[in-house]
């Protein structure tokens, strides 16, 4: 196992993958910042949702609500549970700190998935988002308390890494790579105690 707990996070879901679908919870508390991504999504837009774990109940609210969605995933466990539920959509087993779709989309979420990633692998995904987002197109990601800090907590048995910036360097990096932060929440009790970020592309 690497020291660095963050190169364990893909294979901490590889092993877990069964288990995280048993557990999910699906009842969609993340529905009023969805549709507050969504507001800003043009009718039948695609998105791109990174780190999609199973699509259930993220990408399944968003196709039924008409758009079309790529989906992210390090584990191809997760990737073929999408590929089932969801036949129509595009699902691709692959690592988010290395994409180049070579297209632009209409909105890019990652949640509950960019947090997992280390310091310098945040940081650079903020090029990665302003290369696949059109200009208009929201961005959602969630993040944790507003200090700069990491954690490695044990879950199902195994240490599990999350990392986080402070709000101000979110916000930079935001406005660096094109990005305009239009709500920001901690703590946000309807969403377990998540931090959460809406920006847009400028
Ligand atoms: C807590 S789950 C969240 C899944 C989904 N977004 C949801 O809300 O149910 C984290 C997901 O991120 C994926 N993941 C973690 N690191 C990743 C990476 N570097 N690239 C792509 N996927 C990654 C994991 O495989 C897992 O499916």
């Known amino acids: 196992m690497s020291e660095d707990f963050s190169e ?5 879901y ?13 009842e969609l508390f993340e529905k009023s910042w969805l549709d507050k ?19 259930k109940p993220i990408a399944e609210y968003l196709i039924g609500q008409g758009y079309r969605v790529t989906g992210i995933d390090a584990v191809p466990a997760m990737i073929e549970k999408c590929r089932e539920f969801f036949p129509d959509e595009e699902w691709v087993v692959g690592d988010m700190r290395e994409i180049a779709l070579e297209k632009k989309f209409d909105g890019i979420l990652a949640w509950d998935s ?13 090029p990665t988002f302003k290369e696949h ?25 195994d240490p599990l890494f999350h990392a986080t910036f402070s709000k101000e360097a979110y916000v930079a ?11 920001q929440r901690f703590n946000d009790e309807e969403c377990g105690g998540r931090a959460v970020y809406l920006a847009k592309r400028v």
Not at 8 to 12: L, P, S
Not at 15 to 26: Q, S, T
Request: charged share 25%; with cysteine; aromatic share 14%.
């Open 173 to 183: 990096f935001l406005k660096k790579y094109g990005f305009e932060c239009e709500d």
């Open 133 to 157: 987002a059109k200009v208009g197109a929201p961005l959602l990601f969630t993040a944790g308390p507003d200090e700069r800090g990491r954690s490695v907590n044990p879950l199902w048995g």
């Open 8 to 12: 364990n996070v893909i294979d901490f």
């Open 114 to 126: 960019f947090f997992h990633l280390n310091h310098t692998d945040q940081a650079n995904m903020f």
């Open 14 to 26: 590889r092993k877990h993958a069964e288990r995280f679908e048993e557990e999910r919870n699906c």
């Open 37 to 55: 991504f969504l507001a800003s999504v043009p009718e039948g837009g695609h998105v791109l949702d990174l780190g999609c774990g199973f699509g």
